[in-house]
Every structure is written in structure tokens, then in C-alpha cells.
């Protein structure tokens, strides 16, 4: 069956260090790849969409970026951590969008 | 004004209540998603429909693709059921979802 792991499940860190969040996908290939934001109280913000190995998409400037090194492997990555970063993020995978798979999600607190 | 807007924003209900929670999409889609988040932050899908009407247990759920709305209705609601509701579209030639800014439902005993 198809599952999806992220983790670390919860992540405090200081303003100005590095952050990696890793996601990955067992049962299937291939898949579409997805890292979403949530703030407090506000719905569901895409940050970064992939395709395929090495090819992602960009959807809000920021500091942070995407990696995906394996076809089922999803990184979201930064340099140096704002108090802005602070927020839910969730990986997720579909094939067509047409089903839809989420992570367990990983809460950053940057103090 | 969002491309998909849920209403209520907040609802609460007595165990037992029928509940509706409805959503609102302004653009061409092949599909919508209705999720569900619990206190704990995991999101799970609950119906990906792209006509008609789903059912499964206690939930409904209804989109009418011409008048672009979805309705997602429980029945018999327990405390169980509080969680936030999440409504997606995916619009047309795309795969990235639109999503919804939830509806909070507590369902007091």
C-alpha cells in the first residue's frame, strides 16, 4: 500500500540556522511531490511542486527551497531560518491529482 | 476574493446534529477533495469527487460541477467528527490543488 513519511514530527529552532525537512514515498513511482504551508488560522499554501527527480517548481519567493535527489525523497530546505518560516508544513503526493496523500507534518517554531 | 471559499468558518453542534458545510470555487475543475485535519495537524482525504454524490458511513458529500459548489454534510454527529474540514478544487489541465480555508467543526456530547 502507499504511504508517505515526514518527519522531524516537530522542529524549535533559532533565527538564522538551517532547516531540512524530509519526506518520503513507499508503494508507488514516479508520483507528483508537494510541500505545503500552513499558518496559524490560514489555509493550506503550496511552496514547491515537483514532477520528477530534480525538477521543481517554485511557487512563493522565499527562503526556502526543494530538493527531490530520489524519485520518492522530497526535501524542503533553508539556509537560515526567519520567525516567518514558523508554520505547519505538510508533504503530500498524488499521481494525477486526482488522489491526494499527506505526510504527517512537521511543526517549526523559530524563535 | 479566493478562487474556493467554505462557510461557515466555525461550527459548532450537538452530538446528533446533522451538519453542512459548503464550499465555493470560481474556477473550470476536473475534481474536488474534501479533507479533513485533526487537532494533531495530520490531514487525511476523505471524497475526491468530480460529479455527483458520495457517500461513506455518516458522510455525505454532493458537487454540482454548473452551479460550482460541493456540499459536505455528516449525519448523526459524535465529538468524534470535530476537526477542521478542508475543501480542495483542481482546476482544469493543472495538478495543484486550490485549497480552502477550512471550516473548524466541534461537536459537543
Known amino acids: 500500500s502507499q504511504t508517505i513519511h515526514q518527519w522531524p514530527a516537530t522542529l524549535v529552532q533559532p533565527v538564522g540556522s538551517p532547516l531540512s525537512l524530509e519526506c518520503t514515498v513507499e508503494?508507488?513511482?514516479?508520483?507528483?511531490l508537494y510541500w505545503y504551508r500552513q499558518a496559524a488560522g490560514r489555509g493550506l499554501q503550496l511552496l514547491f511542486y515537483?514532477?520528477?527527480?530534480?525538477?521543481i517548481s517554485s511557487e512563493v519567493p522565499q527562503n526556502l527551497s526543494a530538493s527531490r535527489p530520489q524519485d520518492r525523497q522530497f526535501i524542503l530546505s533553508s539556509k537560515k531560518l526567519l520567525l516567518s518560516d514558523s508554520g505547519f508544513y505538510l508533504c503530500?503526493?498524488?499521481?494525477?491529482?486526482?488522489?491526494?496523500?499527506f505526510g504527517e507534518g512537521s511543526r517549526l517554531t523559530v524563535l | 476574493k479566493n478562487e474556493v471559499e467554505q462557510s461557515p468558518q466555525n461550527l459548532t453542534a450537538q452530538e446528533g446534529e446533522f451538519i453542512t458545510i459548503n464550499c465555493s470555487y470560481s474556477?473550470?475543475?476536473?475534481?474536488l477533495h474534501w479533507l479533513q485535519q485533526h487537532p494533531g495537524g495530520g490531514i487525511v482525504s476523505l471524497f475526491m469527487?468530480?460529479?455527483g454524490k458520495k457517500k461513506h458511513g455518516r458522510l455525505i458529500a454532493t458537487i454540482n460541477i454548473q452551479e460550482k459548489h460541493s456540499s459536505l454534510h455528516i449525519t448523526a454527529s459524535h465529538p468524534r467528527d470535530s476537526a477542521v474540514y478542508i475543501c480542495?478544487?483542481?482546476?482544469?489541465?493543472?495538478?495543484?490543488?486550490?485549497f480552502g480555508t477550512g471550516t473548524r467543526l466541534q461537536v459537543f456530547p
Open positions: 503530500a503526493w498524488s499521481r494525477t491529482g486526482r488522489e491526494l496523500f
Open positions: 469527487l468530480s460529479s
Open positions: 508503494g508507488t513511482s514516479n508520483p507528483n
Open positions: 515537483s514532477v520528477g527527480i530534480g525538477q
Open positions: 480542495a478544487v483542481l482546476p482544469l489541465n493543472t495538478d495543484k490543488l486550490i
Open positions: 474556477v473550470g475543475i476536473s475534481a
